[in-house]
């Protein structure tokens, strides 16, 4: 069959993929304790940084990184967060959450459609498509930015929060 | 481009980070020959100053929005000012440069350090600031000061504050290293390195690895003239000369008799460093202190300053290092209104001694040097010493003579491609400035210019 | 799917078939083109030309590629990050199908949690998780460093030249493999317990059963986190970036050429150079992501 290599794993679909059978009584204490190992590898970096946020400056880099400093700042240090350059990170937050929201609909949308469209039929020009999608995510977003930013501008869309929503909406997020 | 921080940078000076001393470019003729474009009538100005007009300012000064402008915009209740912080240093030319290419998003007046200016004369980004009567601020100016901003016939910026180099150091530790007094000559500050670094923990200073505007600051104070451009296409670069290749020869030795420290400045680590003792100096600018007091703030008392060591024991000569000014940028609907806002917050006396004493700028108007209230202050960082006065006297001794390339950003990129390896390697300075050399005569014959 | 053969074009459901589809993939495209494809275009007339500070804007057709495959700076990119490639990217990759097939296989005790604990690190922003670990790596008062002395261990200098690359590796895997096992995990779901039940009754190990059935049937899977793997790494930006202030002598401005691209558009204003080395480091990640895709298939046989 010719399912292209990239379609996505849902893509596979098999009849009969039944519920998994629930945990054997056979627990393997040597994986349990090599994943919690890995669970903490990626955790303890975490784990600084969130005690990290409590020091203040002189503490970070003297005390022990696990542990608290002699002074507890996160109270002082999100005051700071949050009163930079008259309280702009504010802002900042409102306008993540506005593109995180619109992006993921809107995208979520165009490419639901998209999809669905590019696997349920046939078209003249479906392979095409399909490859050319495909190989936009292979050119690096450094190519893009300066004729985006350039475009925008000439719209006089530079200062504006759909410069930021409107390209997300075809975004390759999900590779690095 | 570098990712900075936020409030210790934004403790104080003007130019830093990336930025080196500024030279003057200026052609044979003297720096009154501006282009002979006629001034704008006191009908226009008023007009201006009475029309509603909102204004874009970049820059990076921290508190300059509650002080020096909005004394402008007391005086001139009709015009707003927007100021914005768009990053320090190399983030915030980034984002100038892309609003220029783009041809709008632009701000009216941004701060420039004067390195930069030359490359962006050439660029034709900035405003000839003669039309508006720029001229007549001449004399309010420190000479050298106003030579860096006049150019390719034209007045392009308005000098804001500079960054003489000198030396402050930790007298504690100094002392206990049996150090009494600072080192006078190169050769003092060779024995003084040996002393501290046998008889302590700490290094005498750090020799930052990736600072390409230190290195150029001290090529400066050893008389050396690595860039020269007519204002046209002749750029000349010399980075063997004589004075150059003694500067990084004394530096090599330091550096691999591991008398000096080589980790890069103006991160975290180094901050450290200088709060926890590991540096016991700093050779640096008048703005440099400022960047002490907020986190070596626990040293306080404990500094001095002094002058930079000399090369010989009858040489007085300093070096600039860093120093912004206000510029006019291309495509600003209102040049009036942008003039005198930068005219205002520079030359008018109350702002300039604000700047001084309020931010810790090093002044560049002959009247806040003048002003006992400048000079005499006593600082507590200092140990009650007179910083400003001894800086005043250091101002005097920088060689005004020094001029720019129009591609400062490319040439502290290549610094770091060529030095930066070698510093830190502790390899042969000299072999390396070389490799800079030829890459900085590479990229100015790419880009069109001819080689002098 | 059947294909559908040309002559039956015509007929009416057909051609409403078509216009559904067309219809569909309408608002996706409009935007595709305008945010991708217009700027790419773009782009690509820009790197025929050439921007000088003296002498304005000249035409050079090809020239910049020409200059780009000759360029020491970009090629010894190319080839660093060829070497992030087969280090970090089997690593990680493997990583990711070790967790996901342990916690497939329901021997691990509290494997929802491990399960969310090895996501997290995908959901803290690519700038923190950088900016952290510069944190962790640093040299005088890094946690690493701290842990190590305390256990009077060596602590070597892991922002050094010789080290950083490791790092960066460190980086990147502490970040995505959550992000890829989830994908390993999610096909390995929906394989029918039928498959590998008969292959347990036949008393076949689950070490087996894992190499023979379940890896197979998740090739597809597998593949997808390859070639997005692939290109993630030929476009490494975030670390070389953020790391640099703190050692600038372990990295280079053309230390990966996604970085090289960038230092050249925005310091040495040269868009156009920028442009050229862009679109070849392009097409050489398509030409790696078909290379492996091809030895991939070729070895295996025709997919099912």
Known sequence: MTTPVLAPPSAVTTKGASKRRSPRDRRSTLLTVLLWILAAYFLVPLVWLLI?????????????????????????????????????????????V????????????????????????????????????????????????????????????????LAVIIPSLVSRSGST | MELNR?????????????????????????????????????????????????????????????KEVAAFMKAYPNIKV??????????????????????????????????????????????????????????????????????????????????????????????????????????????????????????????????????????????AKPFTWDGGEKVGINLSSPEATKVMQYWQKLIQEDLVSTDADFNDAWYQGLANGKYAGWITAAWGPVFLQGTAAKTTGLWRASKAPQWSSTADASGNWGGSTSALIKGTKNPIAAYELAKYINSNAATALQFANDQFFFPVTKSTIADPKWSTQTSEFFGGQKVNELFGGIADTVDPNFQWVPFMEYVYSSAQDTMTPAITNKGDLVVAMKAWETALKTYATQQGFTLV | MSALVARRTSHPLRRKQIATAYLLLAPFIVVFLAMLIVPLVFSGYLSTFRTTLIGGTTFTGLANYARAFTDPEFLSGLGRMGLFLIIQVPLMLGLSLFIALALDSGRVRGSSAVRLMTFVPYAVPGVVSTMMWGYLYGNDFGLIGQILRALHLPAPNLLSSQNILGSMMNIVTWQYVGYNMIIMFAALRTIPVELFEAAEIDGASQLRIAWSIKIPAIRNAIMLTVIFSIIGTFQLFNEPSLLRP????????????NFYAYNLAFINQDINYAAAIAFVLGLFIALISYVVQLSTRSREGDGR
């Open chain 2, 82 to 223: 927007k100021v914005e912080n768009v990053g320090q240093g190399a983030a915030h030319y980034q984002k100038l440069r892309t609003a220029l290419k783009a041809g709008e998003g632009g701000p009216d007046v941004a701060q420039m350090e004067f390195q930069y200016i030359p490359s962006y004369v050439v660029t034709k980004s900035l405003i000839d600031l003669t039309p508006y009567g720029a001229a007549s601020l001449q004399p309010l100016f420190v000479d050298w000061c106003w030579k860096q901003v006049v150019m390719a016939n034209g007045i392009y910026a308005i000098p804001q504050d500079s960054g003489p180099l000198g030396n402050v150091y930790r007298k504690d530790i100094l002392d206990s290293a049996g150090i009494t007094t600072p080192p006078v000559t190169w050769d003092d500050y060779y024995t003084a390195a040996k002393a501290v670094r046998t008889k302590t923990k700490s290094y005498i200073s750090d020799f930052a690895s990736g600072q390409g505007g230190m290195l150029v600051a001290l090529l400066w104070q050893a008389g």
């Open chain 1, 52 to 96: 990290a946020s409590t020091k203040n400056n002189a503490d970070l880099f003297s005390s022990f990184g696990l542990w608290f400093g002699a002074r507890f700042s996160l109270i002082d240090n999100l005051r700071d967060v949050f009163s930079a350059s008259g309280g702009v990170y504010a802002r900042w937050l409102l306008n993540t």
């Open chain 2, 6 to 66: 936020r409030h210790l940078l934004g403790l104080g000076a003007g130019a830093l980070a990336a930025s080196a001393l500024t030279a003057c470019s200026t052609t044979a003729s003297p720096p009154t020959a501006a282009s002979s474009a006629s001034v704008i009538s006191e009908d226009e100005r008023t007009k201006a100053l009475n029309t509603p007009t909102e204004l874009t300012f970049w820059t990076w000064v921290p508190n300059i929005d509650t």
């Open chain 1, 98 to 161: 506005v593109y995180a929201v619109v992006s993921s609909l809107g995208a979520s949308l165009l490419s639901t459609m998209a999809g669905y469209a590019l696997a349920k039929y046939e078209f003249p020009g479906r392979s095409a498509v399909f490859s050319i999608i495909l190989g936009s995510i292979m050119i690096p977003l450094t190519a893009l930015a300066i004729p985006t930013y350039l475009m925008f501008s000439s719209f006089g869309l530079t200062n504006n929060m």
């Open chain 3, 246 to 257: 703190l050692n600038p002598a372990a990295i280079s401005s053309s230390y990966t050429p």
